[in-house]
């Protein structure tokens, strides 16, 4: 097979130079050098073994990332600007003032970080954490867990207030953890994407001014699902992730830090302490990401193919507008439940109310291997459906129908995919019901 | 202008729902959402503020960003897969061993970071600095000065060698450093992008050896144009960017640690010391990008299209080869300095053996304005090329001719750009010497 990979690869390299505007020369000799290279180097060219990048094409139903929007892979087929570019700068303004609408807040820093959503959680915890700090975490999931870790890093001194996987917080509950501890910041989950499970905030920004405490909010799976609100509901500090509900790739991620939020960073910066992680430092960064009438200092080099990617699935979702992308997963959710029902398979949170409409937890039915039910819709129908996490491993299925894949007929195909598979382990739709 | 962009943002929202499979009571419905939205959402929709998404074509032969290969576009147009997809993790497995022979180098933590290159190095500082550590840098341009600042972050204790911008250092000035200062780990530049300075880091591996400190290497302008050769070189950890001669964009960045540095981090481990760096902790890391027999571990989101764009970078890289690319580096930037010297204009750096083949330094002449000079090369030739930084800021236009871009109709158009913003400056190209 060897000799004919290397003759594969040299006709590639052909076209390669060819369209190129190279001399013929140099063209000459690389051809030579094709032929003898695989010898020469200590690492030899690894082409023949990994062969051509031709990834499968897969409907992406799990806790994401989802499919991004044909116009967002469109968006990032664009040539890139260059990261001072002013018209590059013009655009990450226009993403920040779609994030803004899409947030529903008038905060100006409200901004994208270069890394995916857990990088501009970290930049949530990093600037807004100085050692000593009470961090109060609300568990009722995985994530709850992820910032536990994260804020121990930065010398947080963290608190747990925990529940079963999958339960709430009243606000009642909140407010009495709030009370008792005496937190410099709270961490609450929107929306559980381990789980499924709707948390409500109402009313613990107001909570939260009256303790003087932070309130620093996850809308990673809630973001244009559901309405975050987050000058309303008095959040301080906010992140979320591109790949669920904005129908975007990972690898960008929105935050939000407001006036309190930018206040506690000034503290730090009066007192000299620098933030002990220079990629997210926003002390920095700001004066990159926003003009404040002065020259922008670069920092790093921003994501530019990223940028874009947001810049269009924003455009996208402010098209639709946000109240019709929280009507379209709204219905397209309650479609999914009632189809569900009628084939008899349960959802692990029975109060609709307190459901998602962008991630579904479907019970794993009695004496069903559902790790199998998952490999057969991944092999035999190119979907990819998500595994229960933690504590819920092999009891759900976790089932995302998010931005763009938030459609009736992305429900019904996952429905018959999950079908399939319960059916070749035995599995008997009940009949129906008189 | 306002009813006209709402009549067009309706078109467009028209379009796209009857594309989609949502049922046509929903569409209705939107349709009239389209209308009122703009009054009953607290931050209005931008739409008409921003407008449409159309970005401006430019040759990018700054810094970096390069253009990235229309192919690696091509790639971020395709579908995404899961992260945690069986088939996503052998892409992962592809780019590792592409980037092994790329860097050439046998080490298995050979792996891309999910942000851009500064991301890498942070990772990199993170990973193998614990508090107290004494880190020795070779500062003779803009990128020393930030490795001091991120190393400080993580408790290291700095100590600077420190040399103008645009000179190098000789083996026998860095053994004696390293005599007299007895760092933990060194910081080396082999291409200072702020400078266009190469340096040669032959047999400074092995004096790092004899002092017992790592070796890490910043190859973020060498990688692809210059044989970076990591294992021969004993090079401990390295780290690059893909926006400059990997004809990739910013959003992914290539690291490797090799025995010596996984042997520095696994000692952290056994001290139960974790990383103060949740998003780049490497101990968290490998349970995902390595399999070791064992299942892998979801650590974050990896940036799915980013990764695409890494593989299809590296594959074209491999099918040119390794020698390939520096041949054309080389071919291409001797074109560009015997072009430059016909029309009058000087490199910073005198000695050709200094100079890196990939980021130019261009002198500014006597009397002109920089700055005027780069706005008429993007303003009206859509070109853009870099400014000098720090203490060569307005003595130098800094010229990439990087990856993709390294061709020589590049090199001719930017010296052609340049001389029309020199000439409108009354710049006069020197009679030809006889």
Partial sequence: ??????HLNLSRSLLFHRSSSLCGNLFAQNVCLNFCCFSKMKVANPLSEVGHFAPTTRLL???GPSNAHPRVHAAMALPQ???MDPEF???CEDVKKLLRYTWQTEEAFTIPVSGTGSAAWEA???NLTEPGDVHLVFVNGYFGERHTDMAG???AVVKQVRKPYGETFSLQEIEEAISANKPDLIWLCMAETSTGAYQDITGVGKICRQHNCLFLLDTVTSIAALPCNLDENLVDAAYAGGQKCLSCPPGIAPLMLNERALEKLAKREQKDIKVPNWYLDMTMIKRYITA???ARVYHHTAPISMMYALRESLSILAEETLEGSYKRHKEVSEFFWEKLEEVGLEMLIDDKEKRLPSLHSVKVPEGINAAEVLKNARVNFDVEIGAGLGELAG???RVGLMGHNCRKDVALTVISVLLDGLKKQGYVVPAKKA
């Fill in 1 to 6: 097979m060897f000799p004919l990979v290397q």
């Fill in 61 to 63: 139903c799990g806790p």
């Fill in 81 to 83: 600007l260059g990261h």
């Fill in 89 to 91: 700068l013009a655009i």
């Fill in 124 to 126: 949530a915890v990093a």
């Fill in 153 to 155: 890093r930065y010398g």
């Fill in 292 to 294: 404040h009438g002065g």
């Fill in 395 to 397: 009891k759900i299925f």
